[in-house]
């Protein structure tokens, strides 16, 4: 959350079907953006905290954070294209 690169974070859980769909796309996301962002995952199980903190009710939810606050969100699944370019709008 302190980085000076955007953040992008993916709340997942091991039983949730479209989580596993998402998952490869922010792995190849973790990839593609290394160096210029921050890419991580929070398994809500494990983490039910974090995930109280942010208010995740549905998952898979993935926030994208710039200077440690919230500036973006995607709540189901979504195509590379689409996360990409929530990542893309930060580095601009």
């Known amino acids: 959350m302190k980085s000076d690169k955007p953040v992008l974070v993916d709340f997942w859980a091991e039983w949730c079907g479209p989580c596993r769909m998402v998952g490869p796309i922010v792995e190849e996301l973790a990839k593609d953006y290394d160096g210029k962002a921050v890419v991580g ?24 954070f710039k200077n440690g606050q919230v500036v973006d969100k995607q709540v189901g699944v979504a195509p590379k294209a689409a996360l990409a370019g929530k990542l893309d709008k930060q580095l601009a």
């Open 41 to 64: 995952k929070v398994d809500v199980d494990s983490n039910p905290n974090i995930s109280m903190q942010f208010g995740i009710r549905n998952i898979p939810t993935l926030l994208v």
